[in-house]
């Protein structure tokens, strides 16, 4: 049985989470608090308050990209206004399909004449 997290702890967390302070910074104060400790005792706390998305942030805002996106849909940014922003007008390079099996047998193909000399390949 795993034991509890004394209620001392539990109250500091609680307030840490009102806070807005990130899991890692209360693990980091609190080893022992598992990271499923944490969002639990957040959603006991502090109900169905949402948590802020992860990953990278953008560069550049929304409204930016939209406008972008608009433009670049409308060919607005095909000419000299595109190019003096840096937009290149290009297609998609396409590539072949190819899956996980056929890039084992290309792979055991590659390392069987890795060190084919130009007269063995001509024979």
Not at 38 to 63: A, H, V
Not at 98 to 110: D, E, G, I, L, S
Request: net charge positive; charged share 25%; proline share 4%.
């Amino acid at each position: 049985m795993v034991r509890p997290i004394p209620t001392e702890v539990q109250n500091s967390i609680k307030l840490l989470l009102i806070e807005g302070l990130s899991y890692s910074a209360i693990q980091k104060m609190y080893p022992n608090a598992g990271l499923s400790t944490l969002s639990r005792y957040k959603r006991k706390f502090l109900g169905d308050s949402t948590s802020p998305k992860g990953g990278k942030q953008s560069k550049i805002s929304t409204q930016t990209g939209n406008y972008i996106a608009r433009n670049l849909r409308n060919g607005s940014l095909n000419g000299p206004k595109g190019k003096s922003e840096g937009f290149k007008a290009r297609r998609k390079v396409k590539t072949n399909f190819v899956n996980a099996t056929n890039k084992r047998k290309h792979f055991a193909w590659a390392k069987k004449y890795q060190h084919y000399t130009v007269n063995e390949w001509r024979k």
